[in-house]
């Protein structure tokens, strides 16, 4: 059974890490770092082109991707007077390696010199009038993991913990983006529709795997952080059809560059 808890040893390989993404890449210092979710991956092509790429693997304590192929990709880009870090993948929750290797990546990023961390995620939406294909802005979350990558008795205060600046940031850029409230469920198997009901009475309007964990791994770690939500189906129980994956990949694909856009915006600032 997975480690509920974090493991104290995370901070060395994080460091560890940084070090030798230092050492790979010749960048000494990065200053923002993006996690690509489900279906964000073709919004990474915004970015233009890597000055380096490497895979997770090539960095310690990385484990490879849970499906071969699929992520399990660091990059560095330049991007005006900014080093951004971008990790195609993530380890889930769900995988059973414990809180401190789905944290691993945010903590590395930070080590590396990150000071903002933006999360993307793939979602079901459960609020009215949500469709497929829509980026919805994290404004909090509900934590249904019943994990912390927190060890020990540091009470980390979670106000605001999805940055109001951000946020104000990518409203101002993309004045059509909606706001959500995001919950972490602890997966693989999607929420059954009486699951859904119960999340959005505790005023949820996104669910997902992902994010939670890492976003209480980075206020932890004194970064700022953005999470940016792209709803590919709408939650169990609303369509009454059965849930697949496939729609993922086509969300994904039918806002990237919406996404893309707002993305380089909003290093750029
Ligand atoms: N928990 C949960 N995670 C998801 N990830 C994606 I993509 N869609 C969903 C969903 O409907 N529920």
Redesign the pocket.
């Given at each position: 059974t997975p480690d509920i808890q974090g493991d104290p040893h995370a901070a060395a390989d994080a460091d560890a890490a940084a070090a030798r993404l230092r050492a790979l890449t010749g960048a000494d210092n990065h200053d923002v770092a993006l996690v690509m979710g489900?279906?964000w991956a073709p919004a990474v092509d915004a970015l233009g082109e890597p000055e380096h790429e490497l895979p997770v693997t090539d960095l310690p304590g990385f484990p490879p991707p849970a499906v071969e192929g699929h992520g399990g990709t660091i990059r560095s880009y330049r991007i005006g007077e900014k080093r951004a870090l971008v990790f195609l993948g993530r380890t889930h929750f769900y995988e059973g390696r414990g809180v401190a290797s789905v944290a691993h990546g945010v903590r590395t990023a930070v080590a590396a010199g990150c000071k903002t961390i933006v999360l993307t995620?793939?979602?079901?939406g459960l609020r009215e009038g949500m469709r497929p294909g829509q980026p919805v802005l994290i404004s909090d979350h509900i934590n249904l993991t019943a994990a912390s990558p927190i060890v020990g008795a540091n009470f980390v205060d979670l106000t605001d913990l999805y940055s109001p600046r951000l946020r104000a940031l990518c409203k101002e850029i993309d004045p059509t983006l909606e706001e959500g409230v995001y919950a972490?469920?602890p997966?693989p198997h999607?929420?059954t529709p009486a699951e859904i009901r119960m999340a959005r009475t505790i005023g949820a309007d996104l669910?997902?795997?992902s994010t939670v964990l890492e976003a209480i791994a980075a206020r932890e770690a004194g970064a700022e952080v953005l999470g940016i939500s792209?709803v590919?189906?709408l939650?169990?129980g609303m369509t009454g059809e059965p849930?697949n994956?496939e729609?993922?990949l086509q969300a994904g694909r039918d806002s990237a560059t919406r996404m893309g856009a707002l993305l380089t915006q909003v290093l750029g600032r």
């Open positions: 489900s279906g995620n793939g979602c079901g972490q469920f997966g999607y929420e669910v997902g795997m792209l590919t189906n939650a169990a849930l994956h729609e993922v």
